[in-house]
């Protein structure tokens, strides 16, 4: 961390914080968002595989506390529910980080933010997607092997969740729980493989433990605001959010 500190000073440390304190605000509210976040601001003036170690500690830490926060036993019945989404997409997420070094992720983004983007808007404005219960499986498999792809390479993993959560009508509470299940999971998948690629190091770790203060301040008030929240202005907020992350998805493909 003196490294980065020493190249970037104490003007950017301050930035990452309020970075980081949106995006555990944002998590809290909706249930999602905080890598998306977290990745568009921290990589503005870090370099992406620096930005992307950050983002780790924070995001197990939250999604830990997103999956917990109704019991152990509410947390399992998620396990046991999304089983075959979080086997498949922990296999691609392992295996797609493998190729950050030497793979850039823009067509993923354009590939992945287009569908959602256009899937939200849609939502929005009154289209509701039904999924045929019989081809659950295979449905759930397809999202799974597409989150955790681009998840491994960006760290970015929600909008595909998200939408097929959403496209589900998963009840509020189910839905931020499993949420959290799912990618505290994918997120411990994905400090594992980092630390096999080395984008997870000693000079990175330090920074990623500092910002575990803000995104657990910011976590706990947008789980005050969530609680707010009934189950059709939750729904809105989380189409909005994942309007906003398809857009952010397809800049960062585009520019």
Known sequence: MTEILSEFGPVFLM????ITLLAGFVKGAVGFA???????????????????AVLILPTVFANGAQALRQGGRAAWISVRQFRLFLV????????SAQLVP????????????????????????GW?????????????????????????????????????????????????????????????ALLG??????????????LSAVMLVPAAIGLWV???????????RFRRATLVVLVIAG???????LF
């Open 15 to 18: 930035l990452a914080v309020v």
């Open 34 to 52: 905080m890598p998306m976040i977290m990745i568009s601001g921290l990589s503005s003036f870090l370099p992406v595989e620096t930005a992307l």
């Open 88 to 95: 498949v997409g922990g296999v691609f997420l392992v295996s």
């Open 102 to 125: 030497v793979l850039p992720a823009t067509v993923l983004f354009i590939v992945i933010g287009a569908p959602v983007t256009l899937f939200a808007l849609a939502q929005l404005l």
């Open 128 to 188: 509701r997607l039904r999924l045929d219960p019989r081809h659950r499986n295979r449905t759930e498999a397809l999202v799974a092997a597409v989150a955790g792809g681009i998840g491994g390479m960006s760290g970015v993993w929600g909008p595909p969740t998200v939408a097929y959560l959403t496209a589900l009508d998963t009840p509020k509470s189910d839905h931020v729980r499993a949420q959290g299940v799912i990618y505290g999971l994918g997120s411990v």
């Open 193 to 206: 493989a980092h630390l096999r690629t080395g984008i997870v190091s000693a000079q990175t770790l330090p």
């Open 222 to 232: 947008g789980f005050r605001v969530h609680d707010q929240l009934d189950q059709a």
């Open 247 to 253: 857009l952010n998805l397809l800049r960062r493909g």
